[in-house]
């Protein structure tokens, strides 16, 4: 097993989600971006606060992780992006397909 870098985050509409994933997978910085429909519970601005948005799950490689985190802060809608990150140990057929990718 390999280690791959897997980071999350959330953007406010389906359609800056996608685009955010596409421009990671044309520059390389991700093999694969997977989007889902999420109802996010959270305080701000000392209210608590309810919304839609969408989550982002990027799987790249750890060497990438500077710029990704680079990347999603100049390309994000929120003033405080959710940013994770996560290093994950990953089959080999997949990190193969997932190193060749990028």
Do not use: G, H
Not at 23 to 32: P, T, V
Not at 75 to 96: G, R
């Amino acid at each position: 097993m390999s280690e791959i870098l897997v980071l999350i985050t959330t953007e406010s509409n389906q359609k800056r989600a996608k685009n955010i994933a596409k421009s990671l997978i044309e520059k390389k910085l991700a093999a694969c971006v997977s989007l889902k429909q999420i109802d996010s519970i959270f305080r701000w601005e000392n209210n608590i606060s309810e919304t839609k948005e969408f989550e982002i799950t990027i799987k790249s490689k750890p060497e990438l992780k500077k710029e990704l985190i680079n990347f999603l802060n100049k390309n994000t809608t929120y003033d405080v992006p959710q940013i994770l990150c996560q290093k994950l140990s990953a089959e080999k057929k997949y990190y193969d397909w997932l190193i060749d990718s990028i």
